[in-house]
């Protein structure tokens, strides 16, 4: 299974799962405000820190800045060690370094606190050069604004760019933030998984219950709504069943796991870290309980298997 031949980052010590922002403050795409409100969120925040989630994944977009206001006003009431991880969103007005220091600044602003834990640059978009934004990072670093640094949604080429102009200033890539679940496991057949692990680059799971999917709840009869409902269309949610099935069986034979504590045990297994969204204290509880216990060898090969069956019925 997934072991890590390369170091992991420091900033990674103890971190075994962490718990997704997204949705917190977010009104397009999540409905924030209906349904769960800041009370849910805070509930959320407090269960995943009592049962040992302390990695808190947020950006500077999500909810236009409300995230990382949530989480910066929940971290100020906070005693215990909570590592911070934001991004920075590199639009295409945002021609040089000075603007990211100026975004870092206004994270930070937001979370209340002196420096982030893992910065991270959310998507390789144009037209601004890799190397430069990995220069200001190093800056960053070495202004001590920032501990490590993290890419998202960069492919092995991007990666390894972005892992080289760091390495020249002397600093080490900590991680690469990707879409990775039993419902989508390009990483592994592309390779990024392999060569994370050989760089010693955490790879970061984003979506790893597949926007819920991998919960069981949602089914042909009753679909998500929102903008989940264009891409979990009823074909696949009758589709994805053969695996929810077993999700759930598998998680009976481990005093009744349910199908998300498994899905987020597989991704562990697999030598990633996830970071599943939650609105509510239930939710966070669940996904928390998703540690403490591992899946077999063969339990994994068994639903690698069955994933592999349900992406070919869908491709
Ligand atoms: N770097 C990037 O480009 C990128 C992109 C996407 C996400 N992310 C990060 O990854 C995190 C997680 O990804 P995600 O939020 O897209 O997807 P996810 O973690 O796969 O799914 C989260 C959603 O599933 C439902 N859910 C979660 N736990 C549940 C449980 N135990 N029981 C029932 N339902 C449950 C909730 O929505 P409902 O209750 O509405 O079903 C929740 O908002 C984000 O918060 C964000 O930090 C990063």
């Known amino acids: 299974m997934g072991e890590a031949t390369g170091k992991r980052h420091v900033v990674f010590e103890g971190v075994e799962m962490g718990l997704g922002t997204w949705s917190w403050g977010d009104r397009l795409f999540w409905g924030y405000g209906r349904g769960y409100r800041d009370d849910d969120i805070r509930q959320a925040y407090d269960a995943s820190l009592q049962a040992g989630v302390f990695f808190m994944d947020t950006a500077e977009v999500y909810g236009q800045g409300r995230s990382e206001t949530l989480l910066g006003k929940f971290l100020a009431e906070t005693e215990q060690k909570v590592v911070v991880a934001t991004k920075f969103m590199p639009y295409p007005w945002r021609l040089g370094r000075g603007s990211l220091k100026r975004a870092l600044r206004n994270s930070l602003k937001r979370l209340g606190r002196a420096s982030v834990d893992l910065y991270q640059i959310h998507w390789p978009f144009p037209p601004v050069q890799i190397e430069v934004w990995m220069d200001a990072m190093s800056e960053a670093v070495q202004a001590g604004l920032i501990t490590a640094v993290g890419v998202s949604n960069y492919d092995r080429k991007q990666m390894q760019r972005a892992y080289d102009a760091l390495i020249r200033q002397g600093v080490p890539l900590a991680s690469n933030q990707v879409e990775y679940s039993l419902l989508d496991r390009r990483v ?109 060898e063969e339990e994994v090969a068994r639903l690698d298997e069955v994933s592999d069956r349900v992406q070919t019925a869908l491709s």
Request: aromatic share 6%.
């Open 188 to 296: 592994e057949k592309n390779g990024l998984l392999k060569q994370c692990q050989e760089m010693g680059v955490t790879l970061i799971a984003y979506s790893p219950l597949a926007m819920g999917m991998l919960t069981g709840k949602y089914t042909p009869e009753n679909p998500p709504q929102g903008f989940r409902a264009r891409r979990y269309q009823a074909r696949y949610l009758a589709a994805m069943k053969p695996l929810i099935d077993q999700l759930k069986r598998i998680g009976s034979d481990h005093a009744g796991k349910t199908a998300a504590q498994v899905a987020l045990n597989w991704v562990i297994c697999k030598g990633a870290v996830p970071i599943p969204g939650a609105k509510t204290l239930a939710q966070a509880q669940q996904n928390a309980a998703a540690l403490g216990w591992r899946l077999s």
